[in-house]
């Protein structure tokens, strides 16, 4: 190299530090309500910060093809992110996730270009295509059933464990042949590119709604370890940097996620929740209510907690709700929302659209925080939620959902469940809390029962 | 040596990471996720290195569809975190009605 080179790619180098502190100071922020925006604007900064010393780079040869790409790229990005509505971010997000990973995946193909890579480069290549591969597709199944453009339960057969078996062995065979002669016109290339793409949507079909959470923060992980892979593939540090974070980052949130459900992620990834239904049958009378009668009953009540889930978001019903908590407020009664970290389909997507309606944030208490003090509520209204509230959770030991931790809504004075109809939850589970002495069935659209609860106070 | 050399600062990133995130309270997940989501696009920079590096037409076109999916994940990943961020306020206080609400 040229002197001038030496210097160049030490700029290039230098700079590339100050992105990765923008990153690391970023991400902590974004760790407090706070701070939290000027956080991501941190974090936006490094990344143009990145995107410009790179451009700079003596290997960039033209750049009418990359200013077009670029533009064509941001403006799909900028048009999503603009448009669509908040009820549908856990799509959205899948669905950046998914274009991220299959960049990754096409920069570790473009890498098997360039002449002179070692075998732990090719190895890093094959990392790089795999778990991008595998972001890709388990992103688009995650978004066709979260968008239930496809049947959004667990897709379960027989053999299933034993084709995903071979499929895994196929692709370590492929990877080995890739990795002892690595060339673009192989087919074990082409093999690897495609088995990956297929191992992506074998691991995520046997996954059911309600364990969405864990796997949109699992595939968040994936597209940056894929991002890491890719930064091995062509030695580049930001990569490294940047996409371990973000790995660590989905990790760690997977497993707040999964100690949620109190399910091991293995649990999770393999066993197709709902598949085993033992459960003790429950029977019992439920107790329907009308808006006027939980009407009375609220109006008198000083302690409310509303306690969301996936239905709420399907009713579009945070506004009204919203509504009601102040009204009550008004009328002198404390209001709470009380989350279950696995409420939705998303990590925190109850908070999201809580927010969307303008609930402040500091009235949004976590499970642990509600549970020691339930007994005090008067009035529990769980709209749309089934699971994160079952106390089969907590007594039945043949529930398939035993031992996850629930918010104990059964122990407040008064329950009010807003369910459209008597069918089970996601997890096809019944639920003893609707035969509960003290729980109030109000049937109907979540949305429209509230407002007819709401209706009343105003008259 | 490189190699090892790049283990290292992986390894480190990634302990890095869980220190940060660990302690996130559960109402910005969302956005943690999706902040998080828009930073793995970090991959826009290997993009660009192989759509402008002459390796070859093939190469260059890949990089340039790269350029171009990682650019979606990178301004839509934050653009949807700023938007999601910017709804979540602190309940106000009485007498602090115009502004000062951030």
Redesign the interface.
């Known amino acids: 190299m040229i002197p001038e080179d030496i210097a160049l790619q030490q700029l290039i180098n230098g700079t590339y530090i100050i992105a990765a502190f923008l990153f690391i100071f970023g991400l902590k922020m974004l760790g407090k309500p706070d701070t939290a925006k000027r956080g991501n604007l941190l974090s936006a900064i490094g990344m143009l910060v990145a995107i410009v010393v790179t451009l700079l780079a003596r290997e960039i040869l033209s750049y009418q093809w990359i200013i077009m790409a670029a533009i064509v790229g941001a403006v799909i990005g900028a048009l999503t992110a603009r448009m669509v509505a908040m009820t549908s971010m856990p799509e959205l997000v899948a669905l950046f996730n998914g274009s991220g990973g299959l960049a990754s995946l096409v920069v570790g193909w473009a890498a098997l270009y360039s002449t002179g890579n070692s075998t732990f480069t090719v190895f890093t290549i094959f990392l790089a295509i795999l778990i991008g591969g595998v972001t890709f597709t388990g992103s688009l199944v995650a978004w066709g059933k979260l968008s239930e453009v496809m049947p959004s339960g667990a897709i379960v057969f027989g053999a299933q464990r034993i084709v995903n078996g071979i499929l895994l062995l196929a692709l370590i065979y492929v990877g080995a042949m890739l990795c002892l002669n690595p060339s673009t016109s192989s087919p074990e290339f082409y093999a690897v590119i495609v088995l990956s793409l297929l191992f992506g949507v074998m691991v995520v079909i046997p996954i059911g709604g309600a364990d969405m959470p864990v796997v949109i923060s699992l595939l968040n992980s994936y597209s940056g370890l894929a991002a890491c892979a890719a930064g091995f593939a062509i030695n580049n540090i930001i990569l490294i940097v940047a996409g371990s974070l973000v790995g660590a980052a989905g990790l760690i949130l997977t497993n707040i996620m999964c100690k949620a459900m109190n399910r091991s992620l293995a649990n999770v990834l393999f066993s197709g929740f709902g598949a085993v239904k033992t459960a003790t049958k429950v029977e019992g009378e439920v107790k329907p209510i009308v808006a006027e009668d939980a009407f009375l009953i609220l109006e008198a009540a000083s302690n409310v907690a509303f306690v969301p889930g996936y239905g709420m978001a399907v009713a579009q019903a945070q506004h009204v709700v919203r509504e009601l908590g102040e009204l009550l407020e008004a009328n002198g009664c404390e209001v709470s929302y009380a989350i279950h970290p696995v409420a939705g389909r998303m990590p925190g997507h109850m908070n999201v659209l809580l927010a969307e309606a303008n609930v402040p944030y500091d009235q949004l208490i976590e499970m642990d925080e509600i549970n020691p003090r339930i007994e005090n509520v008067d009035v529990a209204v769980v709209i749309g939620a089934n699971d994160v509230v079952n106390p089969a959770a907590r007594e039945d030991e043949n529930s398939p959902i035993y031992g996850m931790p629930i918010i104990n809504v059964d122990k407040a004075r008064t329950v009010f469940v807003l369910k459209r109809s008597m069918a089970s939850g996601f997890s096809g589970v019944d639920n003893p809390l609707f035969f509960g002495d003290n729980t109030r069935m109000l049937f109907g659209d979540a949305k429209a029962s509230i407002s007819s609860v709401i209706a009343e106070f105003k008259t | 040596m490189?190699?090892v050399f790049?283990t290292f600062?992986?390894m480190l990133?990634?302990?890095?990471?869980?220190e940060?995130?660990?302690?996130?309270?559960?109402?910005?997940?969302?956005?943690?996720?999706?902040?998080?989501?828009?930073?793995?696009?970090?991959?826009?920079?290997?993009?660009?290195?192989?759509?402008?590096?002459?390796?070859?037409e093939?190469?260059?076109?890949?990089?340039?569809?790269?350029?171009?999916?990682?650019?979606?994940?990178?301004?839509?990943?934050?653009?949807?975190?700023?938007?999601?961020?910017?709804?979540?306020?602190?309940?106000?206080t009485p007498d602090a009605s115009t502004g000062g609400k951030?």
């Not at chain 2, 302690?23 to 402008?52: D, E, R, Y």
């Not at chain 2, 990089?63 to 994940?73: D, F, H, S, T």
């Not at chain 2, 938007?83 to 602190?90: G, Q, V």
């Open positions: 490189e190699a790049l600062i992986l990133s990634i302990f890095l990471g869980f940060l995130i660990a302690k996130v309270p559960a109402t910005l997940h969302t956005p943690l996720m999706s902040g998080a989501n828009a930073i793995s696009g970090i991959t826009v920079v290997g993009a660009l290195l192989s759509a402008g590096s002459g390796h070859g093939i190469s260059g076109l890949l990089g340039a569809v790269a350029v171009a999916l990682a650019m979606i994940n990178v301004v839509g990943g934050y653009m949807v975190t700023d938007r999601m961020l910017a709804m979540f306020k602190k309940k106000e951030r």
